[in-house]
T-cell receptor
């Protein structure tokens, strides 16, 4: 079964610093990969997705992610963190079982400090 | 409505009672999903509907859990004889089946079993 692993359940950065949230996938075939964000007391929303069209994917709010097959990674980055980026971030992979089902990682809580 | 609507937003119940959680998806979305979010557990898939049928119920943790969807729209997740370990946030999402992985989530129903 396809799965994703997020390294680091909590990440803390200073405002203005680089954000790097790590995600590695396990898949025998090229996967569809996603990053979702959950702001406090809100539902999850899609940040960006990789569907094999381009390895560098740009999403909302200045985030981007690069698909690296050689490293089986799909890390999320943002050049300069804002206080408003504080949230929980989930990496996800679409299930090969069909039906559009997503399997999520365990999440990374991002804290942005002044 | 414009987004996925879930009710109740908060539910406190006593152990052994039955609860029903409701999800009203985005109009026109044929696929509907239930996930459970527990502290330290990430998002756990429960069940998926395509129209009114549920081709994937693999995530339902026990036979105390059931879900139905009527009219290709509203869905109800029922938990019978609730246990303390059922305490979690239950998230509903919907999607256009043809758009891979783009799920739209509601804000969730927080269930607390005393």
């Amino acid at each position: 079964a396809q799965s994703v692993t997020q390294l680091g359940s909590h990440v803390s950065v200073s405002e203005g610093a680089l954000v790097l949230l790590r995600c590695n996938y396990s898949s025998s075939v090229p996967p569809y990969l996603f990053w979702y964000v959950q702001y406090p007391n809100q539902g999850l929303q899609l940040l960006l997705k990789y569907t094999s069209a381009a390895t560098l994917v740009k999403g909302i709010n200045g985030f981007e992610a690069e698909f690296k097959k050689s490293e089986t990674s799909f890390h999320l980055t943002k050049p300069s963190a804002h206080m408003s980026d504080a949230a929980e971030y989930f990496c996800a992979v679409i299930s090969t079982g069909g039906g559009n089902k997503l399997t999520f990682g365990t999440g990374t809580q991002l804290k942005v400090e002044l | 409505g414009a987004g996925v609507s879930q009710s109740p937003s908060n539910k406190v119940t006593e152990k052994g009672k039955d609860v029903e959680l409701r999800c009203d998806p985005i109009s026109g979305h044929t696929a509907l999903y239930w996930y459970r979010q527990s502290l330290g557990q990430g998002l756990e898939f429960l069940i998926y509907f395509q129209g009114n049928s549920a081709p994937d119920k693999s995530g339902l943790p026990s036979d105390r859990f059931s879900a139905e969807r009527t009219g290709g729209s509203v869905s109800t997740l029922t938990i019978q004889r609730t246990q303390q370990e059922d305490s979690a946030v239950y998230l509903c999402a919907s999607s256009l089946a043809v758009v891979a992985g783009e799920l739209f989530f509601g804000e969730g129903s927080r269930l607390t079993v005393l």
